[in-house]
């Protein structure tokens, strides 16, 4: 079993920053894929950021230039560092991370943005 610990969370005004962080524990060989996706009540899960192992990126249009996602794969931990947040970024965000061709995702941490 993989376990993910998720932290960095939390109430920042608009235009300000945060970092998230992801580590993964348990029974893990390799992590290939790292990502963050989030969700608003009622609403699909989506995509903000992933990165491969070897350090490739891809970002959703509504974070690109305002979010950078990085890992250190000895600690099998990942962040997404965030600046310029809007109110519209609010949502859980949830870690995401592959072993094997297995997806395993965080409980979660909330984001809110107030203006």
Do not use: H
């Amino acid at each position: 079993q993989v376990q993910l610990m998720e932290s960095g969370g939390g109430l920042v005004q608009a235009g300000g920053s945060l970092r998230l962080s992801c580590a993964a524990s348990g029974s893990i060989v390799s992590i290939s894929a790292m990502g963050w996706y989030r969700q608003a009540p009622g609403k699909q899960r989506e995509l903000v950021a992933t990165t491969s192992r070897g350090g490739s990126t891809d970002y959703a249009d509504s974070v690109k230039g305002r979010v950078t996602i990085y890992r250190d794969n000895d600690k099998n931990t990942v962040y997404l560092a965030m600046n310029s947040l809007r109110p519209e970024d609010t949502d859980v965000y949830y870690c995401r991370v592959t072993v094997f061709f297995k997806a395993y995702w965080g409980q979660g941490t909330q984001v809110t943005v107030s203006s």
